[in-house]
């Protein structure tokens, strides 16, 4: 990866770790997420959004050229969900620019989308490049894994409501295996042993 891409990628994972961790500083109380401070904050709202999008965008194109991967369609689902969180700050009902379809909770949608899209393509890249640092990449899958199924749990535990909490360590667990998996150094593909 060029150098200017390497730093593009660590400016917007950095700026998009420290507007998760503003966003939930920002919180009052324990049911306030961070789609609540999307409309209380709109402008930090939406640095947070682009700031999120770019943020997976950058590394996980690095990590797919990196990786065995090589469908087209996977690279467009990549894109489509890292682009998808961009909508959240303007599909809230209570946003000054909010708009929503009739039959679908466009935010909610989209957010969730985004989620999915994301660790399923950090986890699918994850397996592909178990060949290098294979103890240290199937302990980051397993620790992934296992934050999704608590907060899945959680979720509907709490009937269906969602924390800021549960948001950001969901976000931050993504961030910093992306940061891991394309900073960490990586061992020469002749060290490794099968």
């Known amino acids: 990866m060029s150098g200017t891409r390497k730093t593009v990628s660590i400016f917007f994972l950095f700026a998009s770790i420290a507007t998760t961790i503003l966003m939930y500083s920002l919180t009052t109380e324990e049911e306030t997420t961070i789609s609540a401070m999307q409309v209380k904050y709109p402008v930090l709202g939406i640095i947070w959004a682009v700031a999120a999008a770019f943020a997976v965008f950058f590394n996980m194109e690095w990590l797919l050229k990196e990786s065995e991967i090589k469908s087209k369609c996977f ?38 989308f985004f989620a999915a899209v994301s660790y399923i ?24 894994i296992a ?40 061992k020469k593909s002749e060290d490794v042993r099968s």
């Open 147 to 186: 934050i999704v199924l608590i907060n899945l749990c959680g979720i509907f535990a709490m009937d269906g409501y969602v924390s800021a909490f549960m948001e950001m360590v969901l976000m931050l667990a993504g961030l910093a295996a992306l940061l891991f998996m394309n900073f960490a150094p990586k």
């Open 121 to 144: 393509a950090l986890l699918t890249v994850l397996i592909s490049r178990r060949s290098l640092n294979r103890k240290i990449y199937s302990l980051l899958s397993a620790v992934l």
């Open 75 to 112: 690279r467009a689902l990549v894109i489509t969900g890292s682009f998808s969180v961009l909508l959240t700050p303007f599909t809230l009902e209570e946003s000054p620019i909010g708009f929503s379809l009739p039959f679908i909770n466009l935010h909610r949608f989209s957010a969730v």
